[in-house]
C-alpha cells in the first residue's frame, strides 16, 4: 500500500523565512537602508521605499542631461552635511544651477581623473571604501563586469548612495546592481524603466513630472556651462 507523504502548505510571508525571501508578485524586503527618492510614485516601485544605501544603482541615460540630477535631488538634499562626489561627470559642473537644486557648492567635491577610465574606477573604490562620503555618483561609458563587482563589494562596506550613470545601451549587459533603472527625457519630465529590480517585472514605464526652475529655464542644470579656464584633476569643491 503507497504510504502518503503530507503536501506542506505555502509559505505566505517567506520573508518571515529569511529576509532575502519573497513572493515573485511582492516587492523585496530591502536588507539594506534606503533614503527616500522625494517622489512617492517611484518610492512605491523600489523595495525598501527608497534609494538602497551601501550597494550599486546602475542609471541608464539615453544621453547625460536627460534629468538624471533632478531626479536625484531629494535623495541627496538629505543627506545633511556628507559630501557628496562628482566623479568624471561628462560637463564641468555649473556651480549656480547646482546651487539652485539646493546642493551647495560646498558641500560638492569634484574629481575629475585622466584619460584612462580606470583611474576613475579606481578613485570610485577608495571614495566607497572610505565611508566619508554621503554620496557617490560615477559616469562611465564602459565597465567590464568583474569592475562592476568590485564597486559592488565596495560600496556594500559602507552606507553611501552610489550612482553609476551609463549609456542607454548598457542595459543589454550584465549587472551585479540590483538596482538599474533607465531614463528617457519626456515632455514635462523624465521617463523611467525598470531594468532591474527585487520584485514583479514592470514593463510599462514610470513617468516623473520635473517642473524646471526660474532658473533652470534659462541654464541647463543637467548639461552644466563649460569652465572659462582648465579645471585640475581634483577640486575640493564645486567651480564653474
Partial sequence: MPCSVPIAAPIAAPEAVHPSLWLASQLAHSSTRCVDTGYAA????????????????????????????????????????????????????????????????????????????ADALWAAEQVLRSGCCGALLLWQAHARGETLRRLHLAAQSGDTLFCMLRPLAAAQDASPAPLRLSLRPVAGGIELGFVKRRGPQRDAPLFLPLTPSLLQRHASLDRPLPAPAPARSVLPALVG
Avoid: F, M, N
Wanted: aromatic share 2%; charged share 10%; glycine share 12%.
Fill in 42 to 117: 517611484l518610492s512605491a516601485q523600489l523595495p525598501g521605499g527608497g534609494w538602497p544605501l551601501g550597494t550599486l544603482i546602475d542609471l541608464l541615460v539615453q544621453q547625460p542631461g536627460s534629468g538624471e540630477l533632478r531626479l536625484l535631488r531629494p535623495a541627496l538634499a538629505s543627506l545633511g552635511q556628507r559630501p557628496i562626489v562628482l566623479l568624471q561627470p561628462p560637463h564641468v559642473p555649473q556651480a549656480l544651477a547646482l546651487a539652485a537644486l539646493g546642493l551647495p557648492p560646498s558641500q560638492l567635491i569634484w574629481i575629475r581623473s585622466g584619460a584612462k577610465s
